[in-house]
């Protein structure tokens, strides 16, 4: 696991830093918003999954994306949403420090989200748009 | 035996679990599963979220997740399933092997003996097609000759009865003795029941071990005619 985990942790800041690039920064609003992966991430935190772990939500992205089209979603489909969340989306979410994220336990938690960020995110959700 | 030992390997559903994802007075999903003697769990899903979906587990690892709306005709009867099962998505895969079968382990003679009446009694009320039976040892067909020579005498039935030979059978016309070695045959309990044109099907499949008879019995056409394909290459 080591190097692979290193290396795609590389691939994750590289991530990062493009997302940063891209948000222009507003805070920490646009790269709260930046994928929709993220942005139901944070629904389910938001609405039900206030402490949960980093596997449910891989899972519970997994069906969501089910549900969108009718398809089921494979073991493989789901591994790409936790990998999604493991190195790019929840250390995000923490940094913003809306989540507290332990990457080894993959537990993870509600710290603060700002009640502007929770109401964008309910109506961005709201809108059905595709899954991961 | 490997061929009793695939058959049994791939319905022990009780490696298989399944969470269910959807609003607590969604309850219809989650009653068919219980109903067939599986792990089910129940999951909270968030208003306004995702729709409700099945997560079918394998060894506790995920397998797949499947929308509500793919179940529609997969779950009531008769059960809906792809002509076979290779290449089937493990999710789906998972799905209908544990509906197939009802395993059980470590069950006695007694209720073995259930089973294998309720398979004869269907065999008399069909009356034609093909019934297979293996009794592990001809002597433990010796209670039973008499339900056989009705079978085969009072009915269409093609009737074949398998066990190592370590008593003398008695003649019935309609009925076919096939004599089994001393191998790991003689650890199978197995009736397999196809009506003519496959009508009704019916198989139990059980394996002698140290606490009992592991094993399952079903009704698929599909695991049927394995459990009678296994039995007809002796």
């Not at chain 2, 067939?36 to 397998?63: Q, T």
């Not at chain 2, 999710?91 to 395993?103: C, K, N, S, W």
């Amino acid at each position: 696991m080591g190097n692979d985990e290193q290396r795609t942790s590389q691939v994750a800041s590289t991530v990062l830093d493009a997302d940063a690039a891209d948000a222009g920064f507003d805070g920490g609003l646009h790269r709260a918003f930046a994928t929709e992966l993220r942005c139901r991430t944070l629904y389910l935190l938001c609405t039900r999954h206030e402490s949960t772990s980093r596997e449910e939500l891989a899972t519970l992205l997994a069906g969501w994306a089910a549900t969108d089209d009718g398809r089921m979603r494979s073991a493989e489909d789901r591994d790409r949403v936790r990998t999604a969340l493991h190195h790019r989306d929840l250390p995000l979410l923490a940094d913003l420090g809306f989540i507290a994220f332990d990457p080894a336990s993959g537990s993870v938690s509600v710290r603060s989200i700002p009640d502007a960020v929770v109401e964008a995110v309910v109506e961005s959700v709201s809108g059905a748009p595709e899954g991961p | 035996m490997t061929g009793f030992d695939d058959l049994m390997s791939s319905v022990r559903e009780d490696r298989k679990q399944f969470d269910v994802y959807a609003p607590d007075d969604e309850t219809a999903v989650a009653n068919v599963l219980t109903a067939h003697n599986v792990d089910v769990k129940r999951r909270s899903l968030p208003d306004g979220g995702p729709g409700p979906f099945l997560v079918v587990k394998e060894d506790g690892e995920f397998a797949g997740a499947i929308p509500f709306s793919e179940l529609d005709g997969l779950l009531e009867p008769p059960l809906q399933r792809p002509p076979a099962l290779e290449g089937v998505s493990d999710g789906y895969r998972v799905l209908f092997e544990a509906l197939d079968g009802t395993v059980f382990t470590a069950l006695g003679r007694r209720d073995l003996l259930a089973v294998t009446r309720e398979i004869e009694e269907r065999a008399f009320r069909v009356g034609s097609g093909t019934l297979r039976a293996c009794f592990q040892s001809f002597d433990r067909f010796r209670p039973q000759v008499d339900v056989y020579r009705e079978l085969a005498g009072d009915t269409d039935l093609d009737v074949h009865v398998y066990g190592t030979p370590n008593w003398e059978v008695p003649e019935i016309a309609g009925l076919t003795y096939h004599e089994l070695d001393g191998g790991a045959a003689r650890r199978y309990w197995v009736l397999a029941l196809e009506a003519e044109a496959g009508t009704v099907t019916n198989a139990l499949v059980a394996v002698e071990r140290e606490a009992g008879y592991d094993g399952f019995w079903t009704d698929d056409p599909e695991r049927t005619r394995d459990a009678m394909a296994v039995l007809e290459a002796i």
